[in-house]
């Protein structure tokens, strides 16, 4: 059985950093996209990054997080990480980790995904 487990949530303040880590098992993804996306309450879950290439390095970034978030991943962990710096309160969402995208990398049709992370940036 697959499944993606994310880690690293919390409480920071704006300005701070958090790291965020999406460790996989049941298969390997090495050779997927991997992506996170984000959901903040009562909008709709949004793309904030992927890693398409099993070198990590073909990356892509929403516009609104450009320059503050990095996506990497481990391939020997299985694991994939969104390294968050400068946040903001509007980063305020839970964050969700996403492996094997059916169609765009931005999409939300992904099929495997974890059970999210609660990240609060308070001003």
């Known amino acids: 059985q697959v499944q993606l487990v994310e880690s690293g949530g919390g409480l920071v303040q704006a300005g701070g950093s958090l790291r965020l880590s999406c460790a996989a098992s049941g298969r390997t993804f090495s050779s997927s996209a991997m992506g996170w996306f984000r959901q903040a309450p009562g909008k709709e879950r949004e793309f904030v990054a992927a890693?398409?290439?099993?070198?990590?390095?073909?990356?892509y970034y929403a516009d609104s997080v450009k320059g503050r978030f990095s996506i990497s991943r481990d391939n020997a962990k299985n694991t994939v990480y969104l390294q968050m710096s400068s946040l903001k309160p509007e980063d305020t969402a839970v964050y969700y980790c996403?492996?094997?995208?059916?169609?765009?990398?931005?999409?939300?049709?992904?099929?495997?995904w974890g059970q999210g992370t609660q990240v609060t940036v308070s001003s």
């Open positions: 996403a492996a094997e995208p059916r169609r765009g990398y931005y999409r939300l049709d992904y099929t495997y």
């Open positions: 890693a398409i290439s099993w070198s990590g390095g073909s990356t």
